[in-house]
């Protein structure tokens, strides 16, 4: 394999686009294509001249299966075949109008095929600048203890947020105050799972988050945000500590499960106000 990449190096930085020259046909679809100028032609091959925002997208669009990102997990990559993501766009939208939040559980957790396919869907979300810095958190077998912690850090929480004059502290005080008094959970509800996406940028969460929850309801279970739980978690450093993100952004929180009801039809919305020009 002749990787001209090797030969051009305009820079020290690590190989992030290597090139077959072998296969490369010089098209330009991949120079074309990417969002950071960091290939160009040469000698009617593409080559790597620069700096990379590792979007993969040369990887993607090569005709020829000629460029590689050696950084990167490869074995991952597929290779597109008619019918390979076919979707209906009217079926999608049906299934976004019928997602429901989920606030009553089957009590098992998820198998692991369906746990793995909701951890890719949220991977694959986009990011801002490609960053990929998005971590994520399913806590599941170990749920109960985290509870027990949970509830134990509650008080300490509901003070600072009183302190602060938070306008979640009487929310907070009161599902404490029915928990004590009836065992009534309005933070966990009765989910077998939490989900945490852990990153400094809220939007990046948020798509993952929304990629997470469409693959749920592709796959029959469901999600419940919980801005409660994700306003309460980062107030105690013992429960950074035990989910092992001190220090760290928990830019969404969610419950997650099979869901226990079933919904007969979708939920009225607001008149829409959409402005098209
Ligand atoms: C960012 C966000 C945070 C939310 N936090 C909570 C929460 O803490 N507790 C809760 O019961 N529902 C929470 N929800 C669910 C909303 O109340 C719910 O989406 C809304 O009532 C519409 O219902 P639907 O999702 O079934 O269409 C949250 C939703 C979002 C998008």
């Known amino acids: ?32 294509d990417c969002p950071s ?12 001249s620069g700096k990379c925002l590792e979007c993969g997208h040369c990887v993607a669009i090569c005709p020829m299966n000629a460029v590689v990102m050696p950084e990167m997990d490869m074995s991952e990559v597929v290779e597109y075949r008619p019918g390979t993501f076919d979707l209906d766009p009217e079926k999608l939208l049906n299934a976004m109008k ?19 396919r909701l951890l890719m869907a949220g991977r694959y979300a986009p990011t801002a ?44 005080e009161r599902f404490l ?21 852990v990153t400094d940028n809220p939007w990046d969460g948020g798509l993952a988050a929304d990629n ?6 592709a796959m029959g279970a469901g999600v419940l945000h919980s801005g409660y739980l994700k306003r309460s978690i980062p107030l105690s450093a013992k429960l950074m500590r035990w989910l092992g993100i001190e220090g760290r952004t928990v830019s969404c929180c969610m419950l997650a499960g099979y869901p226990a009801e079933k919904y ?11 402005t098209v020009r």
């Open 98 to 116: 019928f997602r429901r939040s989920i606030r009553n559980f089957r009590s098992d957790i998820f198998k692991p095929a369906d746990l793995e």
């Open 177 to 197: 105050y029915e928990y004590i008094e009836n065992r009534k959970d309005n933070f966990f509800f009765n989910a077998p799972a939490l989900i945490l996406i």
């Open 1 to 32: 394999m002749e990787w001209l990449v090797y030969e051009r190096m305009v820079n020290v930085e690590l190989i992030k686009v290597a090139v077959d020259g072998k296969k490369c046909i010089g098209c330009g679809k991949c120079v074309n």
């Open 129 to 172: 600048k490609n960053t990929q810095a998005t971590k994520f958190i399913v806590v599941q077998k170990e749920l109960a203890e985290f509870k027990k912690l949970f509830w134990e850090m509650l008080p300490a929480a509901i003070e600072e947020l009183n302190s602060e004059g938070s306008p979640a502290a009487p929310a907070l």
């Open 212 to 217: 997470i929850e469409l693959m749920a309801c």
């Open 264 to 274: 007969c039809r979708t939920a009225p919305r607001k008149r829409p106000d959409f």
């Open 37 to 48: 100028k960091a290939l160009k032609i040469e000698n009617g091959k593409a080559v790597y």
